[in-house]
């Protein structure tokens, strides 16, 4: 009897075996690398990487790529596999007119009408005071590349940098707001924008765009743009939570992430201020860098004060909350009616989710095709949209070597407990 138990556990520990790399047969417990609902495969790109998208009440799904030498930079998908300019060709400016110089500066196009170089895409639903609306953040500032393949970024000169809304009943523009150098950088870049539509939040009765500057050259910060009277104003420019972290490292499927730029000595990411989201009534601002494991709130109604009030920019600096670490960096935020507050967080291929409730970080998806998920959108259909890009495989991290495989990707998920699109700040 001792001698079968015997030949019976050697038979056991040789089938369990495995070798290096290759654990198919083991007894051990693995990481699958998947957690949350399933994930569908909704669009994918094979011309230009996407970085931002919007859905809208009807399915209209719009994307927008950062400006170097693609043809276009904001679209419109026009089947499961390609895209094309929206709202027109003409609207999206030519390679040739994205930049100027002056006295040997490069800056961007001062072009108020024409894109140049779109980062950011958010819908907001019709109301009775303006329609269904896609706004569209365009930075001024497209990346331009010299003969060794440096890349660079010119500076942002005024009227480049806009925020244009664009009815979507009749796909034509019906808003365009500029910056004054005082309140956007030349410096600056906005990443992201979110809005309360609600005729009570502001004099004009037209409500208020909160805008992330995410500036890699160091003044990151918060613009308000009133969409009644086109006036703006910053909040928290440099504070300590709108700040990168220094010297940060990130992983990306498993390996030490360092910035390796033609040009320029071995660095690391510099983007600070990234994700925002305004919750479901409108009293909370959530927010952090691209740099760093802290989530961050202030209550939007310091973000809303004037400068006429002498002590506005001081309470800003008493109301900031740090919400704790959550895990790794995040990239992207978005939120849904149940009030919790989604962030992109690329380090470990997946969607963390802040719950209010009970203040804690959990996950609520994560699969191995989500590479860099860099931007999101919640449809009013009850989706988790998600732009993916494959963005530390790009040239201008990457040594020049674009390591980037076709194709990018839409991918989908049901939100949790119901959710759907937040429409209460309309």
Known sequence: MKLNILA???????????TFQNSTGTILRTDNGTYGPEIEEYHYYYDQWPIGLAVSSTGRLFVCYTRGNYTFTLGEATNQTAEEPYPSADLNLPVSQLNTSYNGIPFGSSNSTGFISVQALYITPENDRRPETLWVVDTGRPTITNAQGAPS?????????????????????????????????????????????????TEGGQGVAY???????????FIMLDLATGESWRRLTQHPSTLRVNNDVPSYQGHPFYQHTIGQPISHLQEGLDGIQISPNGETCYYSPLTGNYLYSIPTRNLLARDTDPL??????????????????????????????????????????YDP????????????????????AIGEDGYFYMNINQLPYQPNWNGGVDGRMHPGAVLRARLLGNGTKITSLA
Not at 180 to 197: A, C, T, W
């Open 312 to 353: 506005a920019e001081q309470a800003a600096h008493n109301n900031v909350s740090n919400l704790g670490q959550r895990g790794g960096n995040a990239n992207g935020f978005e939120g849904d009616s149940n009030g919790l507050i989604y962030q992109l967080v690329p380090e470990h291929n997946a969607i963390y989710y």
């Open 211 to 221: 805008i992330v500057d995410s500036s890699d050259e160091g003044r990151p910060g």
């Open 153 to 201: 970024m010119p500076y942002g000169q005024p009227g480049g940098p806009k925020i244009i809304g664009i009815a979507l009943s009749n796909d034509s523009v019906y808003a365009t707001y500029t910056f004054p150098p005082s309140v956007h950088f030349p410096d600056s870049y906005m990443n992201d924008i979110r809005f309360d539509l609600r005729s009570n939040i």
């Open 8 to 18: 019976s556990s050697l038979l056991s520990l040789a089938t369990a075996q495995v």
């Open 357 to 376: 409730k009970d203040l804690q970080i959990k996950g609520f998806v994560r699969d191995s095709r989500i590479i860099w998920p860099d931007s999101a």
